[in-house]
């Protein structure tokens, strides 16, 4: 059995199943995919959702 959330390294907060994420202005956002990746680094263009723009950034401002 695999967790419903996990912490990636330097990178996304990833959702299995069915979950409810409140973006900054705290509009709920229900998943719907089977994963789905979560910001962590606030630098996306599309939050709450991870864009993948943490890839390009300085080791030191990944989460």
């Given at each position: 059995m695999?967790?419903?959330v996990v912490l990636c390294p330097g990178g996304p907060m990833l959702l299995r199943g069915t979950h409810v994420?409140?973006?900054e202005d705290g509009v709920e956002h229900t998943t719907s995919r089977p994963v789905s990746a979560v910001?962590?680094?606030g630098r996306s263009a599309a939050r709450p959702?991870?864009?993948?723009t943490h890839k390009v950034l300085p080791e030191e401002l990944r989460p």
């Amino acid at each position: 059995m695999s967790a419903d959330v996990v912490l990636c390294p330097g990178g996304p907060m990833l959702l299995r199943g069915t979950h409810v994420v409140a973006d900054e202005d705290g509009v709920e956002h229900t998943t719907s995919r089977p994963v789905s990746a979560v910001c962590r680094c606030g630098r996306s263009a599309a939050r709450p959702w991870c864009d993948g723009t943490h890839k390009v950034l300085p080791e030191e401002l990944r989460p």
